[in-house]
């Protein structure tokens, strides 16, 4: 199954949200569940990152890539990094892959790389 | 409104205790009560973030209540992240205030150190957004460390400034017999000499293990009086004199310029102008040291610095005790420690002992005016209050 990750269109005023949020952060106006679902693209600029050394239990590598993308159309997201060398600034691609294993299920992300 | 003064303080050690969790909140009150000359009070406020979780033990509040033998008096736990002091601070000013009560105990507690590390650090990523954050596995210290990047880049803060802020803080910390850590630290042993790295290893790149506080065990308290009853108790007059909250978005990547902290500055704001005073007027304060950032960039929101500034009034030392805008004597959440729910109730502990003038070798010189900003989630939920010592 192809997985995406959508972005909310308000259909008050367009405006486009990530995460989901229940009312229109710029107009307030919309009604319940007034907003289209819009796929994310999946290419961006690396806005800042970092690797984290102590992980919650969950996570079973040692080092942890994670960053904030500007995506092409100006939405951010966070997303685990898989990148050698980043650079603030930089190109990225994401894939939607599994990002976190835990009792339950596997939980589906964003994963970028160089571009 | 009502005038709302602090008669009486109290705290624990804070370090790893033994003790439940109810008996840490209990013995940091009785401080608080014994100080104050009271036996009772009309309503108890129980800050604590994680006790269902990491203790098994739910409505706190009633345990407390109940073993400081204050029943019937009202009680209520305040849960609101790192912030929960605070927040709980907040309650018992609101319920004097509006003359529904006149003395009220406000505690804040928490017993980390019953979960391991990774246990403790995954339950305080909890407050992170659910599905655009904590699934990545996004930690305090990973916010951290991102916003810390965007600060060395935009404003020149290096890896010297933050551990400048360890060092400064945790030296503090020596001169607090409450403190968790009391181990002097040099910018040499932890940045500077051959060991350094070994000494101080990433946490998350770019912050290290100097960069983050402890996870400590912990219960402060403080009572809260109508005027009346504080000029009755002959205790010194410190005033509750403003509070600000604000809020901000729970995923960081939705902030419209990522290096702000806006909940903290629009916190600051109300609570200037509720008190009437200005940043100028402030002669001590405790700044949320979860991470040494935060102390730099917080100092420049509550408008003690120019915006990008706050590292180069550091480089000064402007923010020691005897400087010019004295930020965390106490040691701060890094010397201090940081048991989250007691936090923001410790804060102001501290603040009223520096108004008392009752803080010994760590006394700023002549304090009439503190600050306190108890700084939850990554930004998204902050209080900013001050305080002002009558007479
Ligand atoms: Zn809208």
Known sequence: ?115 | MREVYIIGIGITTFTRLEYPLSEIAAYASMGALKDAGLTDVDYLVVANMGSARINSQSALASAVADTLSLTPAGAVRVENGPASGASAIKEGFMAVASGMHDTVLVAGAERMREVNSLEATDFVATLTHPMAEYIYGVTLPGHAAMFTRLYMEKYGVTERHLAMVGVKNQNNAMLNKDAHLHQPISLEGILDSPEAMTNNPWVAEPIRFFDCCPVSDGGAALILASKEVAEASGRPMIRISGIGQATDTLAVHEREEPTDLMAVRRAAEQAYAMAGIKPKDIDVAELHDAFTILEIVESEEVGFFEKGKGHIALEKGETEIGGKMPINPSGGLKGKGHPVGATGVAQVHEIVMQLRGDAGERQVKGAKNGLACNFGGFGNNVIVSTYTREG
């Open chain 1, 1 to 115: 199954m192809e997985r995406e990750i959508f972005g909310y269109k308000c259909q008050k005023c367009g405006t486009l949200h990530y995460p989901f949020r229940m009312v229109c952060k710029n107009c307030r106006a919309n009604g319940y569940f007034e907003f289209d679902t819009v796929p994310l693209p999946h290419a961006g600029k690396l806005l800042t990152f970092t690797f984290i050394h102590n992980l919650p239990a969950e996570f079973e590598v040692a080092r942890l890539g994670l960053g904030i993308v500007e995506l092409e159309n100006g939405l951010r997201v966070t997303g685990q990094i898989q990148i050698d060398d980043p650079k603030l600034g930089m190109d990225v691609v994401g894939a939607i892959e599994v990002v976190k294993r835990d009792a339950y299920d596997n939980r589906y992300g964003f994963v970028f790389r160089a571009a």
